[in-house]
């Protein structure tokens, strides 16, 4: 039973680069999340999904790109890396809205 | 959007204290209000959550309020122990916001450090 797997764990990126952050859920959960955590710092909304071919923006949605073609993977795409994106990066997954939010282990992602 | 605003950011006790984390929300709309605890280098992980049709929940050490008239709910941690130490995050969840906008959305606090001492 892997829930929700993200990869890499570790990434280093130099300014200018692009990088696609992986996650996929095995648990066929309709709503998907990307956060980033910043140190000593709370978890802010990148992009979600209610469903296949359904996106929308969060809090903090510049300098990234997702797309959600099936429901298990919902891939976080960073164009043109910036130190401003070094974080933690989580995926999490529900079933329906009123549920518990399941949490990737994480993706530690320094630009420099 | 959605505004979820906790306080306090830091929250020092000894153990077997009580502690209580308070949080605020701005979508009237927002109906699922869960709380999360993070470990250190962990992802965070649900400990308990509330229903807007319920104004209170309870599971062994650990209870939620709700109040939906002033939009607040609060955490509270009772007989602390030092493994409670840890980050702890409120959320709430919004089936659609203005315009119907926000659907699905779920917003975080900012988190509140806890410490406990022996």
């Known amino acids: 039973n892997a829930g929700v797997t993200q990869t890499p764990k570790f990434r280093i990126l130099k300014i200018g680069q692009s990088m696609t952050l992986q996650c996929t859920q095995d648990m066929n959960h309709n709503y998907m999340y990307w956060y980033r955590q910043d140190p000593g710092m709370g978890l802010k909304l990148i992009y979600y999904?209610?469903?296949?071919?359904?996106?929308d923006k969060g809090e903090v949605p510049n300098g990234y790109n997702v797309s959600r073609s099936t429901t298990e993977d919902f891939p976080l795409r960073l164009e043109l890396a910036a130190p401003s994106q070094t974080s933690v990066y989580f995926c999490?997954?529900?079933?329906?809205?009123?549920?518990?939010?399941?949490f990737g282990q994480g993706t530690r992602l320094t630009v420099v | 959007g959605e505004n979820v605003e906790q306080h306090p950011s830091t929250l020092s006790v000894q153990e077997g204290d009580s502690a209580v984390i308070k949080c605020t929300y701005s979508d009237s709309a927002s109906n699922y209000f869960p709380w999360y605890k993070q470990e250190l280098g962990k992802r965070p992980q649900l400990i308990i959550d509330?229903?807007?049709?319920?104004g209170e929940k309870k599971d062994q050490r650990i209870a939620v309020t709700l109040n939906k008239t002033a939009k607040h709910f609060s955490l509270h941690i009772t007989e602390t122990q030092p493994e409670d130490s840890a980050v702890y995050f409120c959320a709430a969840s919004t089936p659609s916001g203005a315009g119907g906008t926000s659907y699905g959305k779920l917003t975080f606090g900012q988190g509140t450090i806890l410490t406990v001492h022996p």
């Open positions: 509330i229903r807007s049709n319920v």
């Open positions: 999490a997954s529900r079933t329906v809205m009123n549920t518990e939010a399941f």
């Open positions: 999904s209610v469903g296949a071919g359904i996106t």
